[in-house]
């Protein structure tokens, strides 16, 4: 597919000979202008200083550790602005230290909280002209943690790079949610001392063959179980699940296999603010099967209610739009993201 054509031709501009159309954007990757490279080299253990690139192709080696063994964990954030301009971003260093978590796992070294903050704010300003005005989107930002030394045998490699690059996304309306389960279909690194709670590259690709056949089948996602019972829930591809029975709302405990989302533990603190009582426990697939409403959450979806449930034959709907319980979360959350709601709890970085 051609890359959507985002630029229109703008006489008047300053600096810049072009001027960007929000309408135009969508889901996919634009070329932005800069990204931040940081290496920590052979037999060391701590990032140096990194540095601001134009935006464009990497050099590896053929024998890199990514490539050949998936050694590698990413991060995805937003950054917003608010109504006056200003840019926020919403708890970077939870990402930070979730990156530092998925690198032990993996046995690469991570950069400090605050390098990898002081990287991000580095990136987003370096593109701020590509963050949207209020109501057009985000600039979502993709820290990327890689073994790029040369590895041949199976072990670690011996030179490690953070690349941080950004890409202005729309706001994501994908509309209610038709989520399936499969029975004997976990998300592929499910097991005990699996890694499904980190964000490693290797837990996704596995999943595109189901996907594919789900959403073939008319599925948005799939809702995966837990592969030791097959009974409980987890979580979708790549978002946590909540589900609404009266005033309780629950989500299955992050544990295991489980992500733990950013968005998740902030929904859970603003439900608790809003007066719902809140239970992270195990969830079975016939509880989920009677609830009132089910809602999912992440970085790219924000909270996103989920219409219908299949499984086994058997199709579950669910409550959403304007009087859902998702409804009124999702305002809270993307008020305190945009500055439109106040920010108790200090959760955003405001970097200008
Ligand atoms: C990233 C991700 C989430 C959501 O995490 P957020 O921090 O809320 O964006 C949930 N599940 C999986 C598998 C993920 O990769």
């Given amino acids: 597919m051609a890359s959507p054509s985002v630029f229109t031709a703008c006489e008047s501009a300053g600096n810049s000979s072009e001027e960007i159309n929000w309408d ?31 935006y464009g192709n990497l050099e590896l080696t053929p024998s890199a550790g990514i ?16 109504e006056d301009g200003r840019i926020l971003l919403f708890r970077p260093e939870e990402n930070g230290r ?19 903050v002081n990287a991000v704010k580095q990136t987003v300003l370096a593109n701020k002209r590509w963050v949207p005005p209020l109501g057009k989107g985000s600039l979502y ?19 490690y790079t953070l690349l941080v690059y950004a890409t202005p996304v729309k ?8 989520l399936v389960i499969k ?34 089948e008319g599925f948005s996602d799939i809702l995966y179980l837990d592969a030791a019972t097959g009974k409980f ?27 733990p989302g950013i968005t998740r533990k902030s929904i859970i603190e603003i439900a608790i603010d809003l007066g719902y009582e ?17 809602f999912c959450t992440g970085t790219a979806v924000g909270v996103n209610p989920v219409l219908s449930i299949t499984y086994n034959n058997t199709r579950a709907e669910y409550k959403a739009g304007a009087e859902a319980v998702s409804q009124k979360l999702c305002q809270t959350l993307v008020g305190i993201q945009t500055g439109q709601v106040e920010d108790a709890r200090a959760w955003t970085l405001q970097i200008e």
């Fill in 67 to 82: 490539l050949n063994y998936g050694q590698g964990v990413f991060e995805g954030l937003k950054a917003n602005r608010t």
């Fill in 171 to 178: 706001t994501y309306h994908k509309g209610p949610l038709n």
């Fill in 233 to 259: 829930i987890e979580e979708l591809s790549s978002c946590n699940v909540f589900l609404v029975k009266g005033n309780a709302i629950s989500t299955p405990t992050a544990e295991g296999n489980i992500l």
């Fill in 278 to 294: 809140v239970m992270e426990r195990a969830i079975s697939v016939e509880e989920l099967m009677e609830a009132d409403e089910v």
């Fill in 24 to 54: 135009e954007i969508g889901f996919g990757i634009i070329p932005t202008d800069s990204m931040y490279l940081m290496k920590c080299p052979t037999e060391e253990d701590t990032f140096s200083d990194g540095s601001l690139v134009p």
């Fill in 183 to 216: 029975d004997k279909l976990y998300r592929a690194i499910s097991g005990s001392g699996g890694t499904g709670r980190i964000k490693s590259v290797v837990n996704y690709s596995p999943a595109y063959k189901a996907l594919k056949e789900a959403r073939a």
């Fill in 98 to 116: 979730r990156m530092k978590t998925g690198a032990d796992r993996m046995c690469m070294p991570s950069p400090s909280v605050e390098q990898f």
């Fill in 141 to 159: 930002i993709r820290p990327l943690l890689m073994g790029t030394g040369s590895v041949l045998g199976l072990t670690p490699a011996p030179e």
